[in-house]
């Protein structure tokens, strides 16, 4: 899948060792725990992890929608500002006409008193108060008409639509600002595959027309192999695995994303599988590997010392001991690896 090509290369995005912490009475829950990554022009990153893993929080953190009390710290620019630097009222003016959210549950965030049509004018009004009223409902109605959703559908209340409806005017009222980095938060929850296979179909057209760069949250791995350039496996607070979403999935470095994998259901499925445990406490997370209480293939360094990322040939990063070694096995030319095999088959013999 490649990213449209663009006027400049740059990424639209970059976040930087993003930490984003809450206090609580037994200490700071690190939710988000040193996360970097960069989004290009109208290029899709899929977020994916178990809940409870800090994907929500980071992306609220993205564009300042946490709530009071949470702190937030590291670089994240856009466009090359750091947004971290900004005030709550200059980054307030930020959202909407570069920075969009899509939520959950889209019938929490509509106001049920309130016709469609007046979503979409209070939306334009605040953020482009020039624009007159058959201006307003010009825009809105186009955006509506890419969603799939009749322009005689625009004086009804949110009640009125379906699910699947309810969710398109959500991206409807998030695009019609023409935002150039949008979050969205599962957006296909509790959508039947029908609708969820819309959902895909639009999010594609965004990228296309207006060249928007979205970071896709989500528990659906189908959905991020579907719609995705990218996918970040994220666990306890870190992405533990980004690259390319065809290699990452063809060949994942990370434990915990191979398991996340074996984990999905198909038409191929005989037996269920589960990770063993739960995500760790973020209070007191486990030392070093954050995974390695619950990792299938965890080594005594993995409970000792801190892996460092390593970069992968093909373009991917992963955070684990086991993804340097393979990764330093396959750099070594075959006289070097042949005694190190040789070695390793030894000790399993003794074994």
């Known amino acids: 899948m490649s990213v449209p090509t663009t006027a400049s290369s740059g990424p639209v995005v970059r976040a930087e060792d993003v930490r984003v912490w809450y206090g609580t009475e037994r200490g700071p829950v690190r939710a988000v725990d040193g996360v970097t990554f960069d989004l290009r022009p109208g290029e899709i990153l899929g977020l994916v992890g178990e809940s409870g893993c800090g994907k929500s929080t980071l992306g609220r953190g993205l564009l300042g929608l946490l709530p009071d009390g949470a702190k937030m710290d590291g670089a994240l620019e856009f466009r090359g500002e750091n947004l971290l630097t900004l005030s709550k009222r200059e980054l307030a003016e930020r959202r909407g006409v570069d920075l969009g959210m899509i939520f959950q549950e889209p019938l929490t965030r509509l106001n049920p008193l309130m016709r469609i049509s007046e979503h979409f004018r209070e939306t334009l009004r605040t953020h482009e108060p020039g624009l007159s009223k058959a201006e307003m409902d010009r825009r809105a109605l186009d955006v509506l008409r890419r969603m799939g959703i009749p322009p005689t559908r625009y004086r009804s209340y949110p009640h009125e639509f379906s699910g699947g409806m309810r969710q398109r005017l959500m991206i409807a009222l998030a695009l019609v600002l023409r935002p ?85 259901i198909s ?17 007191e997370p486990p030392p070093a590997c954050k995974f390695h209480p619950r990792c299938p293939d965890a080594m005594q360094v993995c409970a000792t010392r801190w892996p460092a ?14 993804a340097e070694e393979r990764n330093r096995l396959i750099r070594l030319t075959e006289d070097e690896r042949r005694p190190l095999e040789r070695r390793e088959l030894s000790v399993a013999d003794e074994a």
């Open 180 to 264: 150039a980095f949008v979050v969205a938060d599962e957006p296909t929850t509790a959508l039947d595959v029908l609708v969820e296979a819309q959902i895909i179909r639009i999010l594609h057209d965004l990228r296309r027309e207006f060249e928007t760069s979205l970071l896709l949250i989500t528990h659906n791995l189908g959905i991020v192999a579907e719609a995705c350039d990218r996918v970040a496996v994220m666990y306890a607070g870190e992405i533990v695995e980004i690259g390319d979403a065809r290699q990452v999935f063809s060949d994942p470095q990370h434990p915990y994303t191979r398991e996340l994998l074996r984990s999905t």
């Open 267 to 283: 038409l191929s499925t005989t037996g269920l599988h589960y990770i063993p445990g739960a995500p760790p406490d973020l209070v």
């Open 309 to 322: 990322p390593v970069q992968l040939p093909a373009g991917s990063r992963a955070q684990c001991w086991a």
